[in-house]
């Protein structure tokens, strides 16, 4: 089983950055691919950032050039830095590790960002 505890969200003015992070525990090495995932007030979960073993990463369209997600060489730590950020970004974001078994999902962190 992998945990996955999200951490780093919290209240901040547009413009302004946060970096989130999730920690990893368990059975790391089954990981292949991190992501992180957002859900806004009323709307769908959607994908933010991916980023795989191997170092190749994707971001949807609204997040390209301001946000950057990257991987220790642990593997167990994988982090979203969120710059100029936007009152649309404001959701609940959620780390998740893929594996060959499974995908995980940790329980979210809210970032709120005020206009």
């Known amino acids: 089983q992998v945990r996955l505890v999200e951490s780093g969200g919290g209240l901040v003015q547009a413009g302004g950055s946060l970096r989130l992070t999730c920690a990893a525990s368990?059975?790391?090495?089954?990981?292949?691919?991190m992501g992180w995932f957002r859900q806004g007030p009323g709307k769908q979960r959607e994908l933010v950032a991916l980023?795989?073993?191997?170092?190749?990463?994707n971001y949807t369209d609204s997040v390209k050039g301001r946000f950057t997600i990257s991987r220790d060489n642990a593997k167990n730590t994988v982090y979203l830095q969120m710059n100029s950020l936007k009152p649309e970004d404001t959701a609940v974001y959620y780390c998740?590790?893929?594996?060959?078994?499974?995908?995980?999902w940790g329980r979210g962190t809210q970032v709120t960002v005020s206009s």
């Open positions: 980023a795989t073993e191997g170092g190749i990463t």
């Open positions: 368990g059975s790391i090495f089954s990981i292949n691919t």
């Open positions: 998740k590790a893929y594996t060959t078994r499974l995908n995980y």
